[in-house]
């Protein structure tokens, strides 16, 4: 999954800080935004949301958006760096 304004899936952009699994299906997220005033903050969780719940096997999905730590670009992967030119 994509954020809406880069082009760059949202894990390689070190948005997802947590997934925890457990046995009866359910599925947890914590995951955060590139800034508090980012204008997908309504809209992306409950798309991860959405797309988490569509894997075979995951009874439900809950998405909590996190502020600690704060995101910064050391938490994206080389792959993400590559694909916006930020190295």
């Not at 994509?2 to 070190?14: A, F, K, Q, R, T």
């Not at 914590?30 to 797309?51: G, I, R, Y």
């Amino acid at each position: 999954m994509h954020d809406p304004e880069i082009p760059v899936n949202i894990y390689e952009l070190g948005l997802i800080y947590a997934i925890d699994l457990y046995d009866d299906g359910r599925v947890h997220v914590d995951m955060t935004l590139t800034a508090p005033n980012c204008p997908s903050a309504q809209e992306l969780p409950a798309q991860v949301k959405e797309e988490v719940e569509r894997v075979p096997g995951v009874t439900s999905a809950d998405v909590d958006v996190v502020w600690d730590p704060p995101w910064d670009m050391s938490r994206m992967s080389d792959e993400a760096r590559l694909a916006l030119n930020m190295f």
